[in-house]
């Protein structure tokens, strides 16, 4: 088992990739705290996996609150006995284009993406020094890596999590905690909606996947297990040499 005697944090737990990587990394032998803003869908994680045998600590908070954000992560330390690994997964698609923009909706995108990856490094440095190291995963997106018509906002604050990940892995390298980014390509999941229909017009919406999945080499869309193994491979002992990378996993997208 890849992640044994392991405490593991995974924040925007309870749905797509976070959910993913929270059964992989339970599955690896991991102890788990899953933080979500969701309530409902956290009880049925836990309950989902408890029927597979695991024991999952679950914490709700809004991580786009400072206070709730900073608490959740002292929370899962205080549960789990400590963090080793650290997923701060949460984020969202944000507005859409910079023309009349809503500065209300501007400012939430920039506060999930990129001040709650920041607050929550910022936490759990820590306890990952207590620890004597650890590992820092952020989700930043293929947008982060190379600019998104579609999203521009959302590829602005996916270019700071790249940044914060190079930045934070010198600054942190001394205490052995790596830090690492994960740049998924469209991915399956409920927040793909967000990305191609915005419009709220199906058409629409199947168009810009179409189009998005046609840039794809390998020809198929992110899953969510694609990215919970890239995680689980970052906060590993495997990876105990990277640090700083901003890794896609994009089948091919961002490899022109
Ligand atoms: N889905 C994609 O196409 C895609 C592609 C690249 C990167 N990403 C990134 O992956 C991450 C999540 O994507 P996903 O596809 O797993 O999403 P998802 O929609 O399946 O799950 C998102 C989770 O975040 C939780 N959440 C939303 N707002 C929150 C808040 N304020 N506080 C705490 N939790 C909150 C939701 O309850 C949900 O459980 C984001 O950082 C996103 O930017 C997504």
């Given at each position: 088992?890849?992640?044994?005697?392991?405490l593991a944090a995974v924040t925007?737990a309870?749905?797509?990739?976070?959910?993913?990587?929270v059964?992989?990394?339970?599955?690896?032998?991991a102890k788990v705290a899953a933080i979500d803003?969701?309530?409902?869908?956290?009880?049925?994680?836990?309950?989902?996996?408890?029927?597979?045998?695991?024991?999952l600590t679950t914490i709700q908070a809004?991580l786009?609150?400072?206070?709730?954000m900073k608490s959740s992560i002292n929370d899962a330390a205080a549960a789990l006995g400590g963090i080793d690994i650290l997923w701060a997964?949460?984020?969202?698609?944000?507005?859409?284009?910079?023309?009349?923009?809503?500065?209300?909706?501007?400012?939430?995108?920039?506060?999930?993406?990129?001040?709650?990856?920041?607050?929550a490094?910022?936490e759990v440095?820590?306890h990952?020094?207590?620890?004597?190291?650890?590992?820092?995963?952020?989700?930043?997106?293929?947008?982060?890596?190379?600019?998104?018509?579609?999203?521009?906002?959302?590829?602005?604050?996916?270019?700071?999590?790249?940044?914060?990940?190079?930045?934070?892995?010198?600054?942190?390298?001394?205490?052995?905690?790596?830090?690492?980014?994960?740049?998924?390509?469209?991915?399956?999941?409920?927040?793909?909606?967000?990305?191609?229909?915005?419009?709220?017009?199906?058409?629409?919406?199947?168009?810009?996947?179409?189009?998005?999945?046609?840039?794809?080499?390998?020809?198929?869309?992110?899953?969510?297990?694609?990215?919970?193994?890239?995680?689980?491979?970052?906060?590993?002992?495997?990876?105990?040499?990277?640090?700083?990378?901003?890794?896609?996993?994009?089948?091919?997208?961002?490899?022109?």
């Open positions: 088992m890849r992640l044994a005697n392991k925007a309870a749905s797509g990739m976070g959910r993913a990587g059964e992989l990394f339970l599955k690896e032998g803003v969701n309530a409902d869908a956290l009880a049925q994680l836990k309950s989902d996996m408890k029927k597979l045998g695991y024991e809004d786009s609150k400072t206070e709730q997964h949460a984020g969202t698609p944000g507005p859409a284009g910079v023309e009349n923009l809503d500065l209300t909706a501007y400012e939430f995108a920039m506060t999930l993406n990129v001040t709650s990856a920041t607050l490094a910022g440095i820590k990952m020094r207590k620890r004597g190291g650890g590992s820092v995963i952020f989700t930043s997106s293929v947008s982060g890596i190379v600019g998104s018509m579609m999203s521009p906002i959302y590829s602005a604050a996916k270019f700071a999590v790249v940044g914060l990940t190079k930045s934070l892995a010198q600054a942190f390298a001394p205490d052995q905690v790596r830090v690492n980014v994960i740049c998924p390509g469209l991915a399956d999941t409920p927040m793909k909606l967000g990305f191609t229909g915005r419009s709220g017009v199906a058409a629409e919406a199947a168009a810009n996947e179409a189009k998005l999945l046609a840039a794809v080499p390998m020809g198929r869309l992110c899953k969510a297990e694609d990215v919970a193994h890239a995680a689980l491979w970052l906060g590993s002992d495997d990876a105990s040499f990277i640090t700083g990378v901003a890794l896609p996993v994009d089948g091919g997208f961002t490899a022109r």
